[in-house]
């Protein structure tokens, strides 16, 4: 057991979060009652920012074999969660092991930069003082075209480039006059008489587009329960999956399922809000038997999934608890024979460290057994 824990500990410090969490699930299947085990799998969770996940085991090991240290990390764990559902932090699905690398591409991204700036600043002040060129356009010539025919139309001179002065006007001609911002005829071209048309001065700066702020796309169900990150392509097939299901025949799941689904290491984690109408004397059973329904669906809609939590969670005096939690994995799913397991097959074969928590009413399985002292 001790080498077990040690091998779960070398893993959560080289970064193979993966490999640590396989070892230690192995652990709670074969001591399902440790508490060291499941203090193992909160520091996991946390080392994986998954902090309302890591509260849970700590509270888990807590109820085990309390103890100062596990109750300073529920502490940390439950006081990071509410900051990341206040938008401050987020899980972290990605290896730790990816952390490095992106951290050195981005300090080469910034040696190159500075290079670049350094350069251009050396060019800039070494570098030639050369004059641009001016350009000036003459004005045209005046041509003299002789007075218009009869009834056809006079030709005039070219009107001047801009920026350029215009030719001497002789007296007793009629000059145009510039159109003054604001006079009938600015923004268009504007007719002469005497002469051609004129073209008003084109606007200095292009007029601005209108942006619009309408998303394109709705924004992800939350389904009743607040998700702490966006929900991904992967959450959403899960989700979609286990909402089609109903408890029992009149009472669809359709917005009390939220699922976590980390692609890269195969774990998901899926919570179902459980109807206030599930109550009575056999409400463990029928709340155990959703879950095995609730992971059988997930699997099928994910084929990414091999290992799984499914999280209940009741109502209770307005506050959400925690009733059921369960571990399982797909080859243990897969291997079930039947569409309709027996009740312990469910609690002691399928899930791997079963719980249930008394305070959201009713008793399970494992209450009856005998459970470990604790220390104070």
Request: glycine share 10%; proline share 9%; net charge neutral.
């Amino acid at each position: 057991m001790l080498q077990e824990l040690r091998e779960v500990d070398e893993q959560i410090r080289e970064g193979d979060l993966a490999r640590a969490q396989v070892l230690c699930k192995r652990l709670l299947q074969q001591h399902p009652t440790n508490a060291a085990a499941h203090e193992k799998m909160g520091d996991i969770m946390r080392r994986r920012e998954l902090w309302e996940d890591a509260a849970e085991w700590y509270g888990l090991a807590g109820q085990l074999q309390d103890s100062e240290r596990l109750r300073a990390k529920r502490a940390d764990a439950v006081q990071r969660a509410r900051e990341a559902r206040r938008g401050g932090l987020g899980p972290h699905l990605v290896e730790d092991a990816e952390r490095p690398r992106k951290l050195l591409l981005w300090l080469g991204i910034a040696a190159v930069a500075m290079v670049l700036i350094a350069l251009a600043i050396v060019r800039g002040l070494t570098g030639p003082d050369v004059d641009q060129e001016r350009v000036v356009v003459a004005p045209p010539e005046t041509v003299d075209t002789g007075p218009a025919a009869p009834g056809g139309p006079g030709l005039t001179s070219p009107s001047p480039v801009r920026g350029t002065q215009p030719a001497p006007t002789p007296p007793g001609s009629q000059t145009a006059q510039p159109t003054q911002p604001g006079e009938p005829g600015d923004g268009g071209a504007r007719e002469i008489p005497g002469e051609h048309w004129s073209a008003s001065p084109a606007p200095r700066q292009a007029p601005r587009r209108t942006v619009s702020t309408r998303p394109s796309a709705a924004a992800p169900r939350t389904a009743g329960i607040p998700a702490t990150v966006p929900t991904t392509d992967h959450d959403q097939a899960v989700i979609a999956a286990t909402e089609a299901l109903t408890w029992g025949t009149d009472r669809p799941m359709t917005g009390t399922v939220n699922a976590i689904v980390d692609p890269y290491s195969g774990y998901a984690v899926i919570r179902v809000m459980i109807p206030g109408t599930v109550a009575g004397d056999g409400m463990v059973e029928q709340v155990v038997r959703q879950a095995y329904r609730v992971a059988r669906a997930a699997i099928a809609a994910n084929e990414t999934i091999t290992s799984l939590t499914i999280q209940m969670v009741r109502i209770v005096d307005g506050e959400r608890v925690l009733a059921f939690r369960g571990n399982t994995t797909r080859r243990a799913l897969q291997n079930v024979q039947t569409q309709q397991p027996a009740f312990g097959t469910i609690w002691d074969g399928i899930f791997a460290s079963a719980w249930w928590n008394e305070q959201a009413g009713g008793v399970g399985p494992a209450a009856t057994e005998e459970t470990p002292a604790t220390t104070p």
